[in-house]
């Protein structure tokens, strides 16, 4: 048996650069400006057991194991509400029973089964497609985008090969099957960005931070007679889930002449 595990810790909090004055203005509390999770940590256990079960019957049994949790996103001018906890999940088995059935037949059989799950989460609490809002130069706060995003990726495959060796033939064939499915929902994110407006009409400049605030109030811009609003909106619309499945087949013949004891002739079909 063989047994392994290995756990690697990486913590680098990133420190949070918005200008206070600006955060009391947007209503950023201090509570999120202060520094901003980010790392990774690694678990990754295994183990395999090979055993004789008769003369005929030999074989493994192996479990493999993968998880990271990763918080990040934030630091610099993104709020820490702003990050994701991003987890993944992945879990694999694997078994091969090997039988002789007399002099010259062999046959091996082979199963694994593999599965991954990742999740992107709001690393605080989070309103239900909420919106992500960048005002250049000054903040990027609310929802991540990919927040909410999630993927499943399950295979089930099945090998069988039966060799028979004799005399100076070695014949070999097999089937191979495996299958494949995904399971993805991406998050429908919404992204407004408030970049500042030209002097315009009479009136001056407005800069990202009062363009936001003069949005959020309502107020009217002089220099077009309509309310204030944001530079651009990025939407994603639609269904976000997607389910796929793949089969795969694989089947072949060959056979392995020892011409002489220095000369060996492969043939076969795939």
């Known amino acids: 048996f063989f047994a392994n595990y290995e756990y690697n810790p990486l913590k ?35 183990l395999k057991v090979n055993f004789r079960a008769s003369d005929r019957n030999s074989g493994f049994l192996r479990y493999t194991r993968f998880t990271n949790d990763q918080p990040g996103g934030g630091g610099g001018l993104t709020t820490p509400s702003r990050s994701v906890s991003f987890k993944d999940r992945m879990n694999g088995i694997g078994a091969q029973l090997a039988t002789t059935f007399g002099a010259g037949l062999l046959n091996e059989l082979r199963f694994g089964f593999n599965r991954r799950a990742e ?22 706060f609310g929802v991540n985008p990919t927040a ?30 495996q299958t494949t499915g995904f399971d993805v929902t991406n998050a429908l994110a919404r992204n407004f960005t408030f970049a500042g407006l030209a002097a315009s009409g009479g009136r001056g400049a407005v800069t990202p931070l009062d363009q936001y605030l003069n949005t959020v ?17 990025q939407q994603e619309l639609g269904d976000p889930t997607l ?11 060959q056979d392995e002449v020892r011409l002489r004891d220095d000369l060996t002739l492969s043939a076969g079909v795939r």
Do not use: C, M
């Open 217 to 233: 109030a309502g107020r009217v811009d002089p220099a077009t007679g309509r309310p204030f609003t944001y530079t651009q909106l």
């Open 243 to 253: 389910k796929l499945r793949f089969h795969y087949l694989n089947l072949f013949l």
């Open 119 to 140: 999740e992107r989460e709001p690393y605080g609490e989070a309103p239900a497609n909420g919106a992500n809002i960048r005002i250049s130069s000054v903040a990027n």
């Open 12 to 46: 680098l909090p990133q420190p949070v650069t918005i200008n206070p004055a600006a955060a009391a203005a947007i209503g950023i509390p201090a509570s999120d400006l202060g520094n901003s999770p980010f790392g990774e940590t690694f678990h990754t256990p295994s």
């Open 148 to 177: 909410g995003s999630a993927s499943v990726e399950a295979s089930l495959q099945f090998i069988d090969n039966l060799t028979w060796t004799k005399g100076r033939h070695s014949l070999k064939t097999g089937i191979d099957y």
